[in-house]
């Protein structure tokens, strides 16, 4: 219950955060609008060659798009997440104050990622959906209960791409400079996600490959969910999917954090 | 009472080794082991505030980080308050505070009293004593103000000033500081001084202070450890510190016109001269006033201000008067 009261603090904490930043939530919403269209026009181009790509009509396509652009800050697939700070302690050194502190290192950042999530969702989430939905039929549906499993799907997600990019995150640990890392991840991320394309519409055993991995936890199926792609079995299949990944996921960040802070010292301080 | 006595941090013949890899040629790498601390003792009983201190590298911070539980020793027993820190790590995090002068625990996007409400909910914090230390810190470290700014709008001597409050408000029973007072200018170096004393007093906080700046020392610690290349060099007062490595002060006399050296004043040497300014070396156990007044009894004297010596001088010199 007190372990409760506290994360919840550090999770509201990490949402005052990022809400203090108007200028560059403005600026997100802008970016992730125009991308928005880019990639609409570009599937609405694809879509007339090749209706039905992927198993989705061209308003499911349209939809997908701007389900991505809304998810995009907050499942962090292209940073700008917790990882950018929790980097930035392990190089200088900081990180040791934080082992100082009666908490747990992966749940402290887990909350405060929750917090900024939770804020992205709002205010880098509505603004590009609505748009989208005011400049292109959308197949966005309107019972309740589709919107439900979507937010639960979303939640997953974000546990998911927290789990990924803190296990990205350790590696400052052991490399001096983690821009490749970080690079790497955000590649990894934009493509197996399916930010860039659905990932149904990649054919044979590629295809079905790239839905088995972590990535396609993080956008592929909270988007399935919300287009009506996943239905009834297929939704609970889907959030046991993600659930999974984040497990082994958590489970494997945690080994490694264990390993990682005995390096602490070596990096001085 | 007999409690007194009783040690608070034992430290008994600790070690550490760290084994390090180090490129040997185009591809060969060769194992190094490095002893950053080496066989060392000692024991701090409760209330008591110690200076530790020591060259670059000395092993300070590698003992500071074994004694806080985030490094195992390799050799050796330690004991916090009765605890095995690297075993006990969680249990004792909460009954110690940690300041790194170069490092913060405060959120850096958010008010100040943000990052305290947060303090209050990682130590469990009973509220009634929560808001009695709040404001406690907040009057005797002047934080009022600067409760609602945001701390990446605070002042370097600000910012170290809100997180030795974020550091005590648990009431920790030791608290570990270093370079407290580094980059602050005289006003707040005086302001964190003169709150760790009374802390020390009022509360009897263990305080174990590593730092570079002989100053805090002087005004805080009767006693210093000194450590160097991970062994004990020297533990006692800080007096005895100067005899035993015979340190010296520096006296700088600005006079009316440019002269020849000054010379002829007993237990003082010239070390330089600059136009009409002058260098004289002195004993740093001898008082200054005797010398000052002789210089301005017997030359034009204009200004006039002392240097203390920098406790790696100090050091340097009582290693080399053991092994030399």
């Known amino acids: 219950m007190r372990l409760l009261l506290l994360y ?15 200028v560059a939530t403005v600026a997100g919403v802008f970016t992730n609008t125009v991308f928005g269209f880019i990639l609409a026009y570009t599937f609405q181009a694809l879509w007339s060659e090749r209706p039905r790509l992927g198993g989705y009509d061209e308003a499911q396509a349209l939809t997908f798009v701007w389900i991505g652009q809304a998810m995009l800050a907050t499942v962090a697939l292209m940073g700008g997440g917790f990882e950018e700070e929790f980097q930035q302690r392990i190089r200088t050194g900081d990180v040791a104050v934080d082992l100082y502190r009666p908490i747990d290192l992966q749940l402290w950042w887990l909350a405060s990622d929750l917090g900024r999530a939770g804020f992205h969702l709002l205010g880098r989430g509505v603004a590009p959906m609505a748009v989208g939905a005011f400049a292109f039929d959308l197949a966005l549906p309107s019972e309740p209960s589709v919107w439900a499993a979507f937010a639960v799907s979303v939640l997953l997600a974000v546990l998911v791409s927290f789990a990924v990019r803190y296990l990205f995150a350790l590696c400052a640990f052991w490399l001096l400079d983690s821009h490749g890392v970080s690079t790497l991840s955000t590649l990894l991320g934009v493509f197996f996600s399916g930010m860039l394309l659905p990932l149904t519409v990649f054919p044979g055993s590629f295809g079905e490959a790239v839905q088995q991995l ?18 009834g079995g297929d939704v609970v299949a889907g959030w046991g999917f993600q659930l999974g990944w984040a497990a082994v996921l958590f489970a494997v960040g945690r ?8 390096r602490v010292v070596v990096q001085g301080g | 009472m007999g409690a007194a006595a009783e040690p608070f941090l034992e430290v008994e013949g600790l070690e550490k080794v760290f084994r390090i890899r180090r490129r040997a040629g185009r591809l060969r790498r060769e194992r190094v082991e490095v ?52 075993r006990e790590r969680v249990e004792l995090t909460r009954r110690i505070g940690v300041v790194f002068g170069q490092r913060t625990t405060l959120w850096w996007d958010l008010p ?15 509220a009634a004593r929560y808001r009695e230390n709040l404001d406690r810190c907040t009057e005797l470290l002047d934080l009022g103000p600067l409760l609602t700014v945001p701390v990446r709008q605070l002042s370097l001597g600000q910012r170290m000033r809100a997180d030795i409050a974020a550091a005590l408000l648990h009431d920790p029973e030791v608290l570990y500081l270093d370079e407290p007072t580094i980059g602050l200018d005289v006003v707040s170096k005086s302001a964190v001084r003169r709150f760790l004393a009374d802390l020390n007093s009022e509360r009897s906080t263990t305080v174990l202070l590593t730092t570079h700046d002989l100053g805090d020392i002087e005004q805080l610690c009767e006693r210093v450890l000194v450590i160097d290349h991970g062994r ?23 006079l009316a016109r440019e002269l020849p050296p000054i010379s002829g004043l007993d237990g003082a040497r010239t070390l330089r001269t600059e136009g009409p300014r002058q260098w004289l070396a002195f004993p740093a156990s001898a008082s200054a006033a005797p010398l000052v007044g002789r210089v301005a009894a017997e030359y034009p004297l204009v200004d006039l201000s002392v240097q203390e010596p920098a406790i790696e001088d100090v050091i340097a010199r009582m290693y080399a008067g053991r092994t030399g």
């Not at chain 1, 990535?215 to 287009?227: G, H, N, S, T």
């Not at chain 1, 080994?255 to 005995?262: F, G, H, I, S, T």
């Not at chain 2, 990052?115 to 990682?122: C, G, N, V």
């Open chain 1, 8 to 22: 919840s603090t550090v999770l509201r904490g990490g949402f005052r955060r990022y809400a203090t930043y108007r």
């Open chain 1, 214 to 231: 972590p990535w396609a936890a993080m956008l592929q199926v909270p988007a399935d969910v919300l287009l009506g792609a996943r239905e």
């Open chain 2, 232 to 254: 004990l060099m020297y533990d006692g007062a800080l007096a005895g510190l100067h005899e035993v490595g015979e340190s010296e002060r520096v006296l700088v006399v600005d």
């Open chain 2, 112 to 126: 100040l009293r943000d990052s305290y409400r947060l303090m209050r909910r990682m130590y469990r914090i009973p």
């Open chain 2, 35 to 86: 002893r950053a601390v080496d066989g060392l003792s000692f024991t701090v009983p409760r209330g008591e505030m110690v200076g530790f201190i020591g060259p670059n590298g000395a092993g300070k911070s590698t003992t500071v980080k074994m004694l806080t539980g985030i490094l195992a020793p390799s050799g050796g027993r330690l004991r916090v308050a009765g605890l095995d820190p690297s």
């Open chain 1, 255 to 262: 080994a490694v954090q264990a390993l990682a802070v005995r």
